[in-house]
């Protein structure tokens, strides 16, 4: 037990070790932990709203552990959830996960010792919304210590069950996936899954109108006590037994209740142990082994030609980009999250809002042309702002920067190969914005096109505004493709600094009188962009001085 | 030639190469010799240009690394110590790409790959990714784009570590075959043997300054009293 506890301690250091880590990132953590204050105390706020406006409904008919069992479910789904990313990543896709294979240890602890840091994550998560909930519920019904302590021992243990469930399928699921093969593919498609999820999430919320016959049920239900806790916790006996206890924990009834959840748990737990020792390392053995393709011949003969350094040197940031999961999950998706949102947002918006398709007609008729571009150019600021692929641009590469450095290429040649990659990649966002815009909202085509031109400046000046920063103060030395984008502020910074300076000269131009028209307009927007460019590229080149070769000393 | 002049190297306070002056003729190959921490993988990167020269001068055939970067680099063919490069990119899109960067013509460059990867033994995992070869193998790809330039000067870092005897074999002769048309080769190691086999001159650096710079007849004039490398290695070495 001793050893297990040893593996975990050092597993959670290596985890959480500031070692290393620069400055920038270390007050990156600092923000976070300040922006945390804040919204706890509006997530408490927020809690208390819901759960005292329910316990006043509720509690006439003795229908009040409907609340207490409605947030016991939650957090379960919400803890599966986030297990599911953390156990595939901590168990299997981490990169030390080899360096623990080779020592003395069953299975069951290297698994134990795994498990650490995804449940630290889940205890933050029950911390932030059950730990409040509990003690909301507990002040609108007055209950006394007994509750209280009830509450504590149950809140501990309700990451248990959903983590060891999830752990259990994973590794099961694991143990027949040939891993070996397609371990970067796995990857990739769990990124889109959350991708997709998130998509998901937001059509059923825009389609789902609540209709009557709920109403009814509902009705019905609370008539009788305990009938809505008995109907939502079918599928969830702990969650039914955790209610219980605790709507009445001085009771027989409460106590056995609450050692028959623990039972539980501890029996899956128990399960947990077995499995992790029978199946863990079936599923991770052979991570790191290679396939053998057929060799082709012609295919490589094909493939050697020559082409120009600045172009080759694109090729290869994109096929890294698209290759490596973590930077696909992350500049990828990441950049069509926002224009699929958008078009989620006008497609499924049936109730009519400001966003749906007939109101977004509407107001392209409406509008005066002056502010309908200036709008619109300010939309894209938002959408391209914070610019993943150019904020990555020199982190990116990490201890391998320095292959740079001693070939004969220029460095211009280098960072304007980054910038053409993060460019290439926004440009996809901007062409899922502008289809949209084309099809749906039936923008004039004059206003499009010119819309178009100044996003593609808007585009450049991101990307290279992006890849400077990221050039100033870099992240070379990271040992997880992850910690490029983890932690850091630079994505914020520049989504800061964009939007103050568009922001500026389009509120300027919003604002004056003497411009008017849509051809004059967009021709001073895009002499100042063009000349914010110009001055983008300047600093660039300064940073490219000064950095180039030295960040990674 | 290398030339290297007055070359001093700070990190922080702390120096690491200090007024280190040393040159390296055509036709030789120099062996670079110390214990860890004692200067060779800074005085590497200084060569090579990937760590700047605040103080003295390096001249790679004439051009100054710090003055005309890009000119001296051409010269230059460097495998370093890591051999962990682009490692998402497949084997030959790597050799194609450095292709590029050296400006090798197509007809010339399909003749080199096939050769080189051929004599390495890893022609068949050209259309793997990097990613997935052995330590071995990227230190046999990383070798084989640096050659594809033939370069005038090769400036290895510890080439030999993780190579298989028949590879390291085969290095061993494309570095004497090198130096035997009238190029250099510059190279840092830990095996000692390699040293007495291969090299015209050697240079051993402790504590970031030179303490013997000769070829080995040289050497064995000096040290008459050592019957081998590896005693005038620790003798020079030793820091008490």
């Not at chain 1, 910038?419 to 084309?438: H, K």
């Not at chain 2, 190579?163 to 130096?179: G, I, N, Q, V």
Request: with cysteine.
């Amino acid at each position: 037990m001793n050893k297990t506890w040893k593996l975990i301690r050092t597993i959670v250091k290596m985890q959480f070790s500031l070692a290393g880590k620069s400055t920038s990132e270390q007050i990156g953590y600092a923000f976070l932990f300040i922006f945390a204050i804040p919204f706890s105390i509006f997530i408490f706020y927020a809690i208390n709203g819901i759960v005292g406006g329910l316990y006043t409904i509720l509690e006439p008919a003795g229908n009040e552990s409907f609340i207490l069992g409605l947030l016991f479910i939650s957090m379960f789904v919400v803890l599966i959830l986030v297990s599911v990313g953390s156990i595939l990543s901590s168990f299997y896709f981490a990169e030390d996960i080899e360096s623990f294979l080779s020592l003395p240890y069953h299975p069951f602890q290297i698994m134990l010792g795994k498990s650490a840091v995804p449940f630290i994550t889940l205890y933050v998560t029950n911390a932030a919304i059950l730990a409040p909930g509990l003690i909301v519920f507990g002040l609108h019904s007055g209950s006394g210590v007994l509750y209280y302590i009830y509450a504590l021992i149950l809140w501990t243990v309700t990451p248990v069950l959903p983590f060891v469930l999830t752990a259990i399928i994973v590794m099961y699921g694991m143990r027949f996936l040939n891993l070996s093969k397609n371990k970067d593919r796995m990857k990739i498609f769990a990124g889109l899954f959350t991708f997709i999820f998130i998509i998901g999430i937001n059509i059923v919320l825009r389609t789902n109108n609540s209709s009557a016959d709920t109403g009814e049920d509902l009705a019905r239900l609370i008539q009788e006590q305990n009938g809505l806790l008995n109907t939502i916790t079918t599928f969830f006996p702990t969650a039914y037994l955790h209610s219980i206890s605790l709507t009445d924990p001085a009771s027989a009834r409460g106590f056995l209740f609450l050692v028959l959840s623990l039972l539980i748990i501890a029996c899956a737990f128990a399960l947990y142990l077995t499995a992790g020792q029978k199946i863990y390392f079936k599923g991770v053995l052979g991570l790191s082994g290679g396939s053998k393709k057929k060799f082709d011949e012609e295919k490589i003969t094909k493939r050697i030609k020559q082409s120009n350094v600045l172009f080759i040197s694109w090729v290869r940031e994109m096929r890294t980009i698209f290759r490596t999961p973590t930077f696909f999950t992350q500049i990828i998706v990441q950049s069509l999250v926002f224009p699929v949102l958008f078009i989620v947002v006008i497609l499924f918006d049936s109730s009519g809002g400001d966003f749906s398709i007939s109101s977004l007609g509407a107001m392209v008729e409406e509008i005066e042309p002056k502010r309908f571009i200036l709008a619109m150019t300010g939309f894209t600021v938002f959408a391209l702002g914070i610019n993943p692929a150019s904020i990555s641009s020199v982190s990116r590469d990490g201890k391998s920067w320095f292959n740079h450095l001693y070939m004969p290429i220029k460095a211009e040649t280098v960072i304007m190969s980054k910038v053409w990659a993060a460019f290439c990649i926004n440009l996809l966002t901007l062409l899922v914005i502008g289809a949209v815009a084309f099809i749906f909202v039936n923008i004039p085509i004059g206003i499009g096109v010119i819309w178009f031109g100044l996003s593609l400046i808007i585009n450049w000046i991101t990307s290279v505004a992006g890849t400077t920063l990221d050039l100033y103060t870099p992240n070379l030395q990271w040992t997880d493709e992850r910690e490029v984008f983890k932690g850091r502020l630079i994505g914020i910074l520049a989504l800061i600094i964009e939007v103050v300076v568009f922001g500026s000269i389009i509120l300027f131009l919003w604002n004056v009188d003497w411009l008017e028209g849509l051809w004059m307009t967009s021709s001073i927007l895009t002499a100042a962009f063009i000349l914010l460019s110009f001055v983008c590229h300047l600093i660039l080149r300064k940073v490219i001085r000064t950095q180039y070769y030295s960040i990674h000393q | 030639m290398i030339d290297i002049q007055q070359v001093t190297k700070e990190f922080s306070g702390k120096i690491a190469v200090e007024n280190l002056s040393l040159t390296v003729d055509d036709g030789k190959i120099f062996g670079f010799l110390g214990p860890n921490g004692a200067g060779k993988s800074t005085t590497i990167k200084l060569i090579t240009g990937i760590l700047p020269i605040e103080q003295g001068k390096i001249t790679i055939n004439g051009f100054d690394i710090t003055e005309h970067p890009l000119e001296a680099k051409k010269r230059i063919g460097y495998v370093p110590d890591r051999s962990d490069v682009f490692l998402r990119l497949k084997g030959i899109e790597y050799l194609n790409f450095i292709a590029d960067v050296y400006d090798v013509p197509t007809d010339i460059r399909k003749k080199r790959i096939e050769y080189y990867a051929k004599s390495f033994g890893i022609y068949e995992s050209l259309n793997d990714h990097i990613l997935t070869y052995s330590h071995g193998m990227r230190q046999k790809i990383v070798i084989s784009g640096v050659l594809l330039h033939e370069p005038e000067v090769w400036i290895l870092d510890e080439p030999l570590t993780g190579l298989d005897p028949k590879s390291s074999y085969t290095l061993k002769e494309m570095m004497r075959e090198h130096a035997n048309k009238g190029n250099i080769v510059f190279f840092s190691t830990h095996v000692l043997e390699v040293v007495e086999q291969l090299c015209d001159e050697v240079a051993i650096i402790n504590n970031g300054h030179i303490e013997f710079l000769g070829n080995m007849s040289e050497m064995k004039q000096q040290f008459q009293d050592e019957d081998n490398l590896e005693k005038v290695f620790l003798e020079l070495t030793q820091n008490e």
